[in-house]
């Protein structure tokens, strides 16, 4: 059985529109479709996808190419102070200061932009199973809440969640953060560290920001690495994709 290689482009909004298409263009280059393409209905709440036809037009190309959408939290920005466990605040804290919107909601909160940004994507003619929280971060009570909302999976950083049974896939990762410099190097010494479980895993997961992407050096590593995968004989899928086999 081939493994499989979960590609994601994050970040997907009308900020960085020129961005995502260039990592799209450099990503069927190499052959890497479908994808995940994970989008802010509501960038930092004032980029509304809906005022940006040529975002859409971009996203609905990739569906009917096979590519699927994820909603990626609806502000993609932090509201009030973190909650959650110790180690998501500290991770918060560290790693997500201004991003982690769903560690930093109630439950209401949650609930209703997750059917915001749901109505947002459907009024854009794109439907979504999937959500991943800004900076893989959230709540205790998120998984219970996407279950009761229809939603099918959770995207974590280490593991793609099914919400109805909790089944959960090990998904170790590599990748392109976008970062400043030194979180971005604290994310690809992480890549490093976790290339001998890559290396057994049946399951993959590729991930590329759009921020700075077109001119930096770390991307294009990124880049070729995937290629390699690919070239080995790694089988490009969506995360619904995969959630949905045995």
């Given at each position: 059985?081939?493994?499989?290689?979960?590609?994601?482009?994050?970040?997907?909004?009308?900020?960085?529109?020129?961005?995502?298409?260039?990592?799209l263009?450099?990503?069927?280059?190499?052959?890497?479709?479908?994808?995940?393409?994970?989008?802010?209905?509501?960038?930092?709440?004032?980029d509304?996808?809906?005022?940006?036809?040529?975002?859409?037009?971009?996203?609905q190309?990739?569906?009917?190419?096979?590519?699927?959408?994820?909603?990626?939290?609806?502000?993609?920005?932090?509201?009030w102070?973190?909650?959650?466990?110790?180690?998501?605040?500290?991770?918060?804290?560290?790693?997500?200061?201004?991003?982690?919107?769903?560690?930093?909601?109630?439950?209401?909160?949650?609930?209703?932009?997750?059917?915001?940004?749901?109505?947002?994507?459907?009024?854009?003619?794109?439907?979504?199973?999937?959500?991943?929280?800004?900076?893989?971060l959230?709540?205790?009570?998120?998984?219970?809440?996407?279950?009761?909302?229809?939603?099918?999976?959770?995207?974590?950083?280490?593991?793609?969640?099914?919400?109805?049974?909790?089944?959960?896939?090990?998904?170790?990762?590599?990748?392109?953060?976008?970062?400043?410099?030194?979180?971005?190097?604290?994310?690809?010494?992480?890549?490093?560290?976790?290339?001998?479980w890559?290396?057994?895993?049946?399951?993959?997961?590729?991930?590329?920001?759009?921020?700075?992407?077109?001119?930096?050096?770390?991307?294009?590593?990124?880049?070729?690495?995937?290629?390699?995968?690919?070239?080995?004989?790694?089988?490009?899928?969506t995360?619904?994709?995969?959630?949905?086999?045995?």
């Amino acid at each position: 059985m081939a493994r499989r290689v979960l590609v994601s482009v994050h970040d997907v909004a009308p900020a960085w529109v020129e961005e995502v298409r260039w990592l799209l263009r450099e990503l069927d280059a190499i052959g890497a479709r479908p994808r995940s393409l994970l989008v802010i209905p509501c960038h930092n709440g004032r980029d509304d996808l809906r005022r940006c036809p040529e975002l859409v037009e971009l996203l609905q190309v990739e569906v009917a190419n096979g590519s699927e959408i994820v909603l990626h939290g609806y502000t993609h920005a932090r509201a009030w102070r973190w909650r959650g466990d110790p180690l998501t605040v500290a991770r918060a804290a560290l790693f997500a200061r201004e991003v982690a919107e769903f560690a930093s909601l109630g439950w209401p909160e949650q609930r209703a932009r997750l059917i915001a940004g749901r109505e947002i994507l459907a009024a854009c003619g794109l439907e979504t199973t999937g959500f991943c929280p800004p900076g893989w971060l959230h709540t205790a009570e998120l998984p219970s809440l996407l279950a009761e909302l229809g939603f099918a999976y959770l995207v974590e950083m280490l593991f793609l969640v099914d919400v109805c049974d909790q089944r959960r896939l090990p998904t170790p990762w590599m990748g392109f953060m976008g970062t400043p410099w030194l979180h971005e190097g604290l994310a690809q010494l992480g890549a490093r560290l976790l290339a001998p479980w890559r290396a057994r895993a049946r399951t993959i997961s590729v991930f590329f920001h759009p921020q700075g992407a077109p001119d930096s050096p770390v991307c294009r590593r990124a880049l070729r690495e995937l290629a390699r995968e690919l070239e080995r004989g790694g089988e490009p899928s969506t995360y619904g994709a995969a959630i949905a086999l045995p």
